[in-house]
């Protein structure tokens, strides 16, 4: 089973983007992503 999460930029903490990971992990995700309120490409982490 999949479930949905949310992931934010590490500079400006803003939410973009929303992805599905497996619910058994217990990692959180952590992707480099486009910012558009920064205008580059940064770390986005999923958040709770």
């Known amino acids: 089973m ?3 999460v949310a992931l934010a930029c590490v500079s ?11 619910s058994d992990s217990n990692e959180r995700v952590e992707i480099k992503k486009y910012c558009k309120q920064c205008g580059q490409h940064t770390l986005h982490r999923e958040t709770k």
Do not use: D, F, M
């Not at 400006?12 to 497996?22: A, D, I, L, V």
């Open 2 to 4: 999949r479930k949905k």
């Open 12 to 22: 400006c903490n803003q939410r973009n983007y929303t992805t599905e990971k497996r």
